[in-house]
């Protein structure tokens, strides 16, 4: 998943900070401001990982930081309604669903 969309992306321009697996919503925050990210994208594979997500929407909320980023979700555990619906109503910025990586780059080339 990830690293389908890291080659995708990084193959037509793009300089994909690829973190891994498992990070803390700091690790992503920090890395975002530190590579001057324009977007902030995060996969999952696990019906927690929704849950997650949707806790780190919430603290970039808190952080005062959701207008400087779009956020790009995908992977299994995800649905197009639930982050169309469900976490667009909770994040005050930007939230995209991508079906797979290259929806994924459409939505970037679309930002």
């Not at 997650?52 to 992977?75: C, F, H, S, T, W």
């Not at 982050?83 to 995209?96: F, K, N, P, S, T």
């Amino acid at each position: 998943g990830k690293n389908l969309v890291d080659i995708i992306l990084s193959n037509n321009g793009y300089n994909v900070v690829n973190l891994g697996i498992k990070q803390p919503v700091a690790a992503i925050l920090d890395a975002a401001q530190e590579h001057n990210a324009d977007v902030i994208g995060m996969s999952g594979l696990l019906v927690k990982s929704t849950v997650i997500m949707k806790e780190n929407l919430q603290e970039l909320n808190q952080r005062g930081m959701a207008a400087d980023y779009p956020v790009i979700l995908g992977g299994a555990a995800l649905t197009r309604a639930y982050v169309e619906q469900d976490l667009h109503a909770i994040y005050e910025g930007e939230v995209r669903y991508a079906r797979d990586a290259f929806e994924g780059l459409r939505l970037m080339d679309a930002l």
